[in-house]
């Protein structure tokens, strides 16, 4: 069975720092892309970031460049999101899927499409205060 458990979320200071992680199991990791999605109150889910598990090529939404880090662990089958100088508008649950390349992270990243994922779990609430 597929499962990608987020963890790390909590509540930090704008300015501060989080890292989330994504334990995955049930499936060859390293075959795929791991992306980091989050949903606000009142909005659709967002692509955040995502890291190839083979090669290390990653893709940053505009909003969190230069704040946020995504690197993969084969060795712990779990990817991390480390989250520094947070802002208030990160506040979200955050979610991370498996896809099938970067490239498709991109177009629903860029483009605002829904990606269709039958196991998304509970995700990892991530409160940032001003």
């Known amino acids: 069975e597929v499962q990608l458990q987020a963890s790390g979320g909590g509540l930090a200071q704008a300015g501060g720092s989080l890292r989330l992680s994504c334990a995955a199991s049930g499936f060859s990791f390293d075959d795929y892309v791991i992306g980091w999605f989050r949903q606000a109150p009142g909005k659709e889910r967002e692509g955040v970031s995502c890291?190839?598990?083979?090669?290390?090529?990653?893709y940053y939404t505009d909003s969190v460049k230069g704040r946020f880090t995504i690197s993969s662990d084969v060795a712990q089958n779990t990817v991390y999101l480390q989250m520094n100088n947070l802002k208030p508008e990160d506040t979200a649950v955050y979610y991370c899927?498996?896809?099938?390349?970067?490239?498709?992270?991109?177009?629903?990243?860029?483009?605002?499409?829904?990606?269709?994922?039958?196991?998304w779990g509970q995700g990892t609430q991530v409160t940032v205060s001003s």
């Open positions: 890291v190839s598990v083979s090669d290390g090529s990653t």
């Open positions: 899927a498996p896809l099938g390349s970067v490239d498709l992270f991109r177009v629903i990243a860029t483009s605002g499409a829904r990606y269709e994922y039958a196991h």
